[in-house]
């Protein structure tokens, strides 16, 4: 059962543009979520992360934003940057092991 | 570099054979995560150790067990190995079991197992 989901496979978006990825989740008991991004042939890197008690992190052109009521969080990317393709994966915990979607393929084209 | 160690990076197999992949955590690290990556899924939590004892269990088969040594690393061992086990092995570690919010892991690079 996947209590954490990202419907977008993939998402194509223009350099120095907006990217929003989403990230739906099932388990209200979920209260610390995370982003990571993967290159190919790469293990998963962290990105950012939210507390459940926080609506907004921001981390330089990065910022998560969590909205527990719809059980959903985002991460945009601005300004977006060729670097910045990769596959981003949501994920979250209950307080033990992380839980993840299935990613998000960004690509970011010149 | 996350400061996760997994080896092999690659390895080819047989249908019934067991390997067995290795970890070894960042410095200072108690905790050992194992996940599965295959072609059409995200990352599947198999199993956490945190300083030698199984700490929790996810989608990990019967086939499948892993411990954790006294100097902190890990193994996988995957047994009677079948085609569809093919998948990216991935190694997690972090300094926490987990219990309190918080908890970032970092990944290593992965093993690669193709099941021929």
């Known amino acids: 059962d996947q209590q954490v989901k990202q419907n977008s496979p993939s998402l194509s978006v223009q350099e120095g543009r907006i990217s929003i990825l989403n990230c739906d989740y099932t388990n209200s008991m979920f209260d610390y979520f995370l982003w990571y991004k993967k290159y190919p042939a790469e293990g998963p890197t962290f990105l950012i992360s939210i507390s459940s008690i926080k609506d907004k992190n921001e981390d330089g052109r990065f910022t998560v934003f969590l909205n527990k009521s719809a059980k959903h969080l985002s991460l945009h990317i601005v300004p977006s940057q060729p670097g910045d393709s990769a596959v981003y994966f949501c994920a979250a915990s209950r307080g033990d092991a992380l839980n993840f979607g299935k990613g998000t393929s960004l690509l970011v084209t010149p | ?116």
Request: with cysteine; charged share 15%.
């Open chain 2, 1 to 116: 570099d996350s400061g996760v160690t997994q080896t092999p990076k690659h390895l080819i197999t047989a249908t019934g054979q067991r390997v067995t992949l290795r970890c070894s955590p960042r410095s200072g690290d108690l905790s050992v995560y194992w996940y599965q990556q295959s072609l059409d899924q995200g990352l599947q939590f198999l199993i956490q150790y945190y300083n030698g004892e199984e700490r929790a269990k996810g989608n990990i088969l019967e086939r499948f067990s892993a411990q954790q040594f006294p100097d902190l690393h890990s193994e996988l061992n995957l047994s009677s190995l079948e085609l569809g086990d093919s998948a990216l092995y991935f190694c997690a570690s972090s300094v926490n079991p987990g219990r309190s919010s918080g908890n970032t892991i970092y990944f290593g690079e992965g093993s690669w197992l193709t099941v021929v």
